[in-house]
């Protein structure tokens, strides 16, 4: 049987389920919390063909019909309001109703994609995550945040709209390129680090994770969703400006202006510009005072032992430290002008802060 995590949000709360083998039982796990025996499917052109067979069958199992199953483009570009319109026009087209539910079989493109339209739709239909990415089921899977990218920035239109269920089966994590599942662990090191026992188990066996061993991989989705359900719970729409969803941003001030100076070419995934920027995050609380000066460099050694970049200097170019200063200064989580961080002093122990100064941030990036 699969592991149950519940995430607390009371007549709103949801399980989220771990384990190998749930696609061929998705018809009788999800069969309860539907309100009606029918769905669309959303997915992505690589995924659908490896995995839709399997769910299609699980589904059937329990007499769940499927009215549709929609196939977008894999990659960021889908995240796009054109393709938020053509997905809505097909849902309707196909006959859902409000007691249809929207299955999400993807990664995070797909799910935050899928979710906004569910969100939408009739003014919002049950929405069901099934991620096949490391990094949809250990982070944007559960929590509720969906959403489409518009020029000015990534995720910039969008809802909250929490599933039903997630259904994290393991088994998909077979088919994924161990880039993306590489990139993907980049988050279970984040939760890690905001946790605390859960950083020393991914220094003892987050690299049999990221090699693809499946108890290893299991550990990590199931303790990184424990972590993020706790984290949502308290904190559903991340109102709080210092704690609850807001730690989970370590890593990401830096991380988001890497990614966007990269320009989400595939050149520096997601979780890669995580990476560097967990290294950044430590190294910048070692400059403060606020951890030891010994910490970054284990920071560093645990990412590299996983085949991550931590540092600038392990990405595949160059980048212009007042572009990333420029892009920091301006991230949609700043409030009242000023660059929030989260820093470390021990694992299990990060807060916020924007008390950082620029010129620290400018002498990290330019390595002084
Ligand atoms: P993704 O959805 O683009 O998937 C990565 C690639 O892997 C794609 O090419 C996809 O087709 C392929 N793929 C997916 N599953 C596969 C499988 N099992 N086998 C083979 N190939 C597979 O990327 P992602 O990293 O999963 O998600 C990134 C997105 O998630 C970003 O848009 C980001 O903004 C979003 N995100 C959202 C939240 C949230 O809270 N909603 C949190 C973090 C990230
Ligand atoms: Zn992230």
């Known amino acids: 049987p699969p592991r149950r995590l519940p995430v607390g949000l009371g007549d709103r709360g949801y399980e989220v389920l771990v384990g190998p083998g749930l696609l061929a039982r998705a018809g009788g796990l999800i069969g309860p919390v539907l309100p009606a025996r029918r769905v669309v499917i959303v997915t992505d ?6 995995h839709l067979p399997t769910l299609r069958a699980g589904l059937a199992a329990a007499d769940i019909a499927i009215l549709a199953e929609i196939a977008v483009p894999p990659g960021e570009a ?29 990664g995070g493109v797909v799910g935050d994609l899928a979710g906004f339209a569910a969100a939408v739709a009739m003014r919002g239909l049950p929405f069901v995550q099934v991620p096949t990415t ?57 939760h890690g680090l905001l946790q605390g026992p859960l950083w020393e188990w991914c220094e003892a066996h987050g690299a049999r994770a990221v090699a693809g061993e499946a108890d290893a991989l299991t550990h990590a989705v199931l303790e990184s969703c424990r972590l993020k359900a706790a984290v949502v719970a308290a904190d559903e729409r991340e109102e709080s400006a210092e704690g609850g969803r807001a730690l989970l941003n370590l890593g990401h001030t830096f991380g988001h202006a890497i990614e966007a100076e990269a320009g989400f070419d595939g050149s520096v995934l997601h979780g890669e510009a995580v990476g560097v920027g967990l290294g950044l995050a430590a190294a910048l609380s070692a400059r403060l005072g606020h951890c030891s000066q010994e910490w970054p460099s284990r920071v560093i050694a645990h990412l590299a032992a996983c085949g991550l970049p931590a540092r600038m200097a392990d990405l595949p170019r160059g980048f212009s430290v007042d572009a990333l200063l420029g892009r920091m200064a301006k991230d949609k989580k700043n409030r009242d002008g000023r660059m929030r961080f989260v820093l470390m002093r021990a694992p299990g122990d990060c807060f916020t802060s924007s008390e950082v100064p620029a010129e620290e941030v400018a002498r990290l990036l330019r390595d002084e």
């Open 78 to 106: 889908s995240k796009d309001f054109s393709r938020l319109h053509g997905l809505l026009e097909a849902m309707l087209g196909a006959g859902v109703d409000r007691r249809t539910a929207v299955v999400a079989l993807g």
């Open 45 to 50: 052109e690589s995924v659908g063909p490896i």
């Open 134 to 190: 490391l990094l949809a089921q250990v982070d944007s899977s559960v929590g509720g945040k969906t959403g489409v990218n518009l020029k000015a920035g990534k995720n910039l239109a969008g809802a909250f709209h929490q599933p039903r269920i997630v259904l994290a089966d393991t088994d998909t994590l077979a088919t994924l390129p161990a880039r993306e599942l590489r990139a993907g662990y980049a988050e279970v090191a984040k």
